[in-house]
């Protein structure tokens, strides 16, 4: 089963991402395994990240994206805002990271686009 384009793998392969593609019902995702997360900012060191993508991808642009485990920053001890809900998909419980993307590009935008989105999201949250 292949959910992503070819240059969208590639570009995983190219920075030493391991993905694995899920479908789930009408829901199809790609996870990103043992993604590094920002140095000293949470309570793990790295995390798996869920991006769901949308029936026209890459046309349509995925919006949020999940993380298992669920993510607490160190300086609080609490959850990042907007990080509260819960979404159930390959057998986990993944914390849902409510970040929504209105600058997609078709055709010129791919997976290293949200993936760009998550890393920075991951490290300015407060």
Not at 79 to 97: K, Y
């Amino acid at each position: 089963m292949t959910l992503l384009p070819r240059h969208d793998r590639r570009y995983l392969e190219g920075r030493g991402i391991t993905v694995r593609e899920v479908v789930e019902g009408a829901e199809k995702g790609v996870i990103l395994t043992e993604i590094t997360l920002p140095e000293g900012k949470y309570q793990v060191t790295q995390a798996d990240i869920l991006i769901l993508l949308p029936p026209s991808y890459p046309e349509v642009a995925p919006d949020m994206f999940y993380a298992v485990p669920h993510l607490k920053l160190i300086v609080g001890q609490r959850e990042p805002r907007c990080t509260e809900a819960r979404h159930a998909f390959d057998g986990q419980i993944w914390q849902r990271w409510s970040r929504h993307n209105n600058d997609w590009r078709p055709g010129a935008d791919g997976i290293w686009t949200m993936l760009k989105r998550v890393e920075e999201a991951l490290k300015v949250a407060a």
